[in-house]
Every structure is written in C-alpha cells, then in structure tokens.
C-alpha cells in the first residue's frame, strides 16, 4: 500500500531528517538475557522447532536475529517474551542474567521462566502497529501506562514529538498514514519503559524510503533509552543497519550457525558503502547464510 494517508490533507511522512532530542546520554537501562534452549518441540504436529541454543546479552544492546521461514525466530522471541514457557532450558533476564558467567544447559522444562523476571518490563513491537482505532495517538500511546498523570502525558507527548507526530497527537489511527501508524507503535514500545523490547519483522512489507526513516526514528529512540532490543528480520542490510551483533539461524531445528559483531559507526542510512561492504563479504564468504547453510564457525571479527 501506498504510505499516503487517507486524509490527503496530513503530510505523506514527517520530515526525516528532523532530530526530536539531543543525543543520547550514557544510561544503560535494558536488561540482559541469559538464554539456553536445549530443545522446544511442538506436539501438534510434532516438530522441533529449537535445539542447542546459548546466547547472552548484554544491558542495552541490539541484538538482530536473521533466519529463513521456519528457523524458530517468533518462537524463540515467545520464550524470551514469557509468552511460551514450555521449553527445555533456562531464561534468566536482569541481573541474575549476568551473574551465572556464560550458559550451561540445565535439562529442566522451564514452567516459571518469567516469575523470577517479574520487575522485567517487555515490550513488543509487531509488523501490523495494532493500535486501538477509536483512541487518537496520544491516547493510543497511553495506553501503556493507564494510571498516568500529568507527567506521563507530557512524556507521551514528548515521545510522539521524538517519533515525528508532533501536532497529530489528536488524530484517529485512520487519520494517519500507515508510517505514522507504525511510530505511533514504536512511540508506545517505548513509553511503556521497557527493559527489553522484542520486535519481529516491524518494517516488514514497507517501501524501502519509508522503512529506512522508521529505521532512523527506532534507532534514535534506542539510542536515547538504551533498551535492550532482540529484533527479528530476514533483512541482512536492516540487520546490518540496526544491530550491534546479528545471530544468523538455520531450520530443522532452528538453531545459531554463524554470528557476527557489528562494529560500524552509525548512521548506517540507506547506501550506507560501509554496511553494503559487510553484507557483500558476509554472502561471499557465506553463500549459503541466509538459507541457514554455514556450519557453526566463528566470527571472523
Ligand atoms: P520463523 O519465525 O523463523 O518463521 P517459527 O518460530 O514460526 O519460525 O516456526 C519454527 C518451526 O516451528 C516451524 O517448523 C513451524 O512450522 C513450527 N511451529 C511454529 N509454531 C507452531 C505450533 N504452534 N505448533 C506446531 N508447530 C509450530
């Protein structure tokens, strides 16, 4: 679909190269993730969807997970989100996330991974922005924190000034192009503080210029909060655009082949050379990487 809103008299994006904040200050405010999958199978038809899985985050960083279809991307992000707790192995998310030292797999079926994360806030962003369409966007954006006062409405509407909506706080979802409907959901994510924001394929099915300035506008958002961010994508250059560090998973069982650290100044734009070159050198070294087809090996650095 076009990005053009409904409402003809609303501008189609607002501008992408405005800037709604100062850079981002130090803090660390995301949690860290310890997780170990030994095995998740589904019984309904029997499938094992994970197996051998170990990976550890740290406070703050952008995680991006790259896989085909049927890699166990959006199930492994329902473990880490809480919202499937039937799996062999162990979530830790917080602090005990980083005082165990690295991942042992521990043969136990998980049923409480999330009680002993209760203070952990989660967020999720999903490709459809799935906004409530009788709550304007401001409204919409409070929804997430319900008993707030004054002060939570002028973060919200700071937040919205921050996603570029400045002046459409007032407006309907079907009012807004579908860009502004998706940073009406990713102002929401972040106004609900979370410690650790899941997000699966958010950008997915959008033209290109509009999905690197939503691009932009999570990564300004990231860089101000420091939340810790596990982002699905089958997008190599977003991947690349994006993450501190991409996990590259294979099917049947879904599992980690190949990892690679992300060490390239930001802004990593659209025709960024230097994000064109990693992709470039990954696929040649890598074939077959975005089908899951390279044996475990390590990162070249
Ligand atoms: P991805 O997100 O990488 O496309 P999924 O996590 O959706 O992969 O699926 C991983 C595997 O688990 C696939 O083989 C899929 O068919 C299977 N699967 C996912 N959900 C279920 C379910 N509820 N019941 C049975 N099998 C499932």
Not at 162 to 173: H, I, M, N, T
Not at 207 to 236: G, I, S
Not at 239 to 254: K, Q, T
Request: net charge neutral; charged share 25%; hydrophobic share 40%.
């Amino acid at each position: 679909m076009s990005d053009a809103a409904s409402n003809p008299s609303l501008p189609d994006e607002p501008d992408p190269n405005r800037r709604g904040f100062e850079a981002a200050g130090s803090a660390v405010s995301g949690s860290a993730i310890r997780l170990v999958i030994d095995r998740k199978r589904f019984r309904d038809p029997p499938t094992l969807a994970l197996e051998g899985i170990e990976f550890v985050v740290d406070p703050g960083e952008f995680v991006v997970i790259v896989g085909p279809s049927g890699a166990g991307k959006t199930t492994l992000l329902n473990i880490v989100g809480g919202l499937d707790r039937d799996f062999e192995g162990r979530l830790d998310i917080g602090p005990s996330a980083l005082s165990a030292g690295s991942p042992q797999a521990s043969n136990v079926r998980v049923s409480n991974a999330r009680a002993s994360n209760a203070k952990e806030r989660i967020g999720y962003v999903f490709q459809s922005p799935r906004l409530m369409p009788w709550l304007n966007a401001l409204d919409n954006v409070q929804l997430v924190r319900p008993r707030g006062g004054q002060a939570d409405r002028q973060e919200a509407l700071a937040l919205l000034e921050e996603a570029g909506l400045g002046g459409f706080e007032d407006a309907l979802p079907a009012k807004l192009s579908g860009g502004m409907q998706r940073r009406v959901a990713i102002a929401r994510a972040f106004h609900a503080r979370p410690t650790l924001l899941l997000m699966d394929e958010p950008f997915a099915s959008l033209d290109e210029p509009l999905a690197w300035r939503l691009r932009e506008c999570l990564h300004d958002l990231w860089r101000r909060y420091r939340t810790t961010v596990l982002f699905v994508t089958h997008d190599l250059t977003e991947a690349i655009s994006l993450g501190d560090r991409i996990l590259f998973f294979a099917p049947r069982p879904g599992r980690i082949v190949y990892e690679q650290a992300v060490d390239l100044p930001h802004p990593r734009g659209s025709g960024d050379p230097a994000v064109s070159e990693m992709r470039a050198r990954l696929l040649a070294d890598h074939p077959g990487l975005l089908a899951g087809g390279v044996g475990k090996e390590a990162s070249p650095g």
